[in-house]
T-cell receptor, first 115, second 108 residues
Framework: DGGITQSPKYLFRKEGQNVTLSCEQNLNHDAMYWYRQDPGQGLRLIYYSQIVNDFQKGDIAEGYSVSREKKESFPLTVTSAQKNPTAFYLC??????????????FGSGTRLTVV | GQQVMQIPQYQHVQEGEDFTTYCNSSTTLSNIQWYKQRPGGHPVFLIQLVKSGEVKKQKRLTFQFGEAKKNSSLHITATQTTDVGTYFCAAALNDMRFGAGTRLTVKP
C-alpha cells in the first residue's frame, strides 16, 4: 500500500543533542512538508520541498534543517538551536500540479520529547 | 502572515446532536480543505471546495464554501461517538495554512 512512513514514532532528545526524524513516501508525490503541532494549536509549517534538491523555509524554520536528496525522502533534523522542540511532528506529501491543488497525505507522526 | 481563523476551539455535544465548525479568512481563498484528526492520530484529508457557494456532502457531513470565498463551514448531523476528533480547515495562502482546529467530543 502506498503511503508515508515516519520514524521513529516516539523520540527522546537530551539537551544539546541533534536528532533526525525520518519521512519516506512511496506515493510518487513531488511536494513534501514538515509541520509541527503543539497541544491546542494547529499545524505550523517548518519546511517544504516541491522538487528534489530544493526546499523552502516555512514560518518556524529556526532550529531545524532538512534535505531532499531523493524524491521519496525528506528527513528533518531538530538541532540544539531549537529551544523548545517538544512537539508532535507531522510529515505530509502531495502531488504537484500547476492547476490543481490536492489534499495532503500525512504520515502517522513522531512525538519528540526533550529529557 | 495570513491566517485562517477557526471557531469554536472546543465543542462538546451529546450523541445525536448536531455540530458545526466555522473557518474564516480576511482574504479571498482559492480553495478550502477540511481534515479530521482522531485523538492520537494524524490529519486525514476529507474534502476540498473550490467554487463560490459550493456545498458538498459526505453522509452526515455537509461542507460549504461561502459566496465570497472567505469562509467555510463543516456541519455534522446527528453526531456519533466515531465523530470525535479535531477538525481542521486549511487554505492555500502562498502556502497551505491550517486553522487551529475545533476539537469535538461526543458524550454517549
Amino acid at each position: 500500500d502506498g503511503g508515508i512512513t515516519q520514524s521513529p514514532k516516539y523520540l527522546f532528545r537530551k539537551e544539546g543533542q541533534n536528532v533526525t526524524l525520518s519521512c519516506e513516501q512511496n506515493l510518487n508525490h513531488d511536494a513534501m512538508y514538515w509541520y509541527r503541532q503543539d497541544p491546542g494549536q494547529g499545524l505550523r509549517l517548518i519546511y517544504y520541498s516541491q522538487i528534489v534538491n530544493d526546499f523552502q523555509k516555512g514560518d518556524i524554520a529556526e532550529g531545524y534543517s532538512v534535505s531532499r536528496e531523493k524524491k521519496e525522502s525528506f528527513p528533518l533534523t531538530v538541532t540544539s538551536a531549537q529551544k523548545n522542540p517538544t512537539a508532535f511532528y507531522l510529515c505530509a506529501s502531495t502531488p504537484r500540479d500547476r492547476t490543481i491543488l490536492y489534499g495532503y497525505t500525512f504520515g502517522s507522526g513522531t512525538r519528540l520529547t526533550v529529557v | 502572515g495570513q491566517q485562517v481563523m477557526q471557531i469554536p476551539q472546543y465543542q462538546h455535544v451529546q450523541e445525536g446532536e448536531d455540530f458545526t465548525t466555522y473557518c474564516n479568512s480576511s482574504t479571498t481563498l482559492s480553495n478550502i480543505q477540511w481534515y479530521k484528526q482522531r485523538p492520537g492520530g494524524h490529519p486525514v484529508f476529507l474534502i476540498q471546495l473550490v467554487k463560490s457557494g459550493e456545498v458538498k456532502k459526505q453522509k452526515r457531513l455537509t461542507f460549504q464554501f461561502g459566496e465570497a470565498k472567505k469562509n467555510s463551514s463543516l456541519h455534522i448531523t446527528a453526531t456519533q461517538t466515531t465523530d470525535v476528533g479535531t477538525y481542521f480547515c486549511a487554505a492555500a495562502l502562498n502556502d497551505m495554512r491550517f486553522g487551529a482546529g475545533t476539537r469535538l467530543t461526543v458524550k454517549p
